[in-house]
């Protein structure tokens, strides 16, 4: 199994990003996706996450600035950003969660800074 994460990197304040998450090795269409993030000396919080059904989440720190999508016919997720600000620096992840299993990737740095 692996989710690898692209499309990070460094973006003015204001300024926009979108991230993906391939994924293989499962059933992608089943899984649960969500991106979350950690910062420097901080914990690892969930930012959004999408059902098997297309349901999302958002934190209330990222609403209506971040969208998450998934297109099963090529197993990836995306989290498209914009407004970003630099507090929304920090390495990203993918995570896919299946009825008994739970999958990571292994991260991309978001720098978010002028």
């Known amino acids: 199994v692996q989710l690898v994460e692209s499309g990070g990197g460094l973006v003015q304040p204001g300024g926009s990003l979108r991230l993906s998450c391939a994924a293989s090795?499962?059933?992608?269409?089943?899984?649960?996706m969500a991106w979350y993030r950690q910062a420097p000396g901080k914990q690892r919080d969930l930012v959004a996450s999408?059902?098997?059904?297309?349901?999302?989440y958002y934190a209330d720190s990222v609403k209506g600035r971040f969208t998450i999508s998934r297109d099963n016919a090529k197993n990836t997720v995306y989290l498209q950003m914009n407004s970003l600000k630099p507090e929304d620096t920090a390495v990203y992840y993918c995570r896919g969660l299946g009825s008994r299993s739970v999958y990571w990737g292994q991260g991309t740095q978001v720098t978010v800074s002028s």
């Open positions: 090795g499962i059933i992608f269409s089943v899984y649960g």
């Open positions: 999408i059902t098997d059904t297309g349901t999302t």
